[in-house]
């Protein structure tokens, strides 16, 4: 399963509510929606796409976080955050998100 989970760390709360989309790179070098949700209650999107179905592929997830600081009447430098990662072998890929309205950090989860 790949799935995800944002922390506002501006509010010291889950970022919910947060548009969220799961892409993979194909050969021709375009990108290819896999799918695609909206943080819970908790900030968590969880399965996203199965990864044994994506081993040695190239895929990203993309966060909408200029319309999720929008929504709260909050500024953001960023309108989009997207982080890239590889599949490898293991059954499970968490990729967490902290966020603030101008700065942000990943990485690969448990």
């Known amino acids: 399963m790949i799935s995800t989970h944002v922390l506002d760390t501006a509010l010291g709360a889950p970022a919910?509510?947060?548009?969220?989309?799961?892409?993979?790179?194909?050969?021709?070098?375009?990108?290819?929606?896999?799918?695609?949700?909206?943080?819970?209650?908790?900030?968590?999107?969880?399965g996203l796409a199965d990864p044994k179905d994506l081993v040695g592929r190239t895929c990203r997830l993309c966060f909408e976080v200029g319309a999720y600081f929008a929504a709260g009447g909050r500024p953001s430098f960023f309108p989009h955050v997207e982080v890239s990662f590889v599949v490898g072998g293991e059954p499970r890929y968490h990729v967490p998100l902290l966020l603030s309205p101008f700065g942000y950090s990943t990485y690969r989860g448990s």
């Open 16 to 46: 919910r509510a947060l548009a969220v989309r799961l892409d993979v790179l194909e050969p021709s070098g375009a990108w290819r929606t896999l799918g695609s949700a909206v943080t819970t209650e908790d900030g968590r999107a969880t």
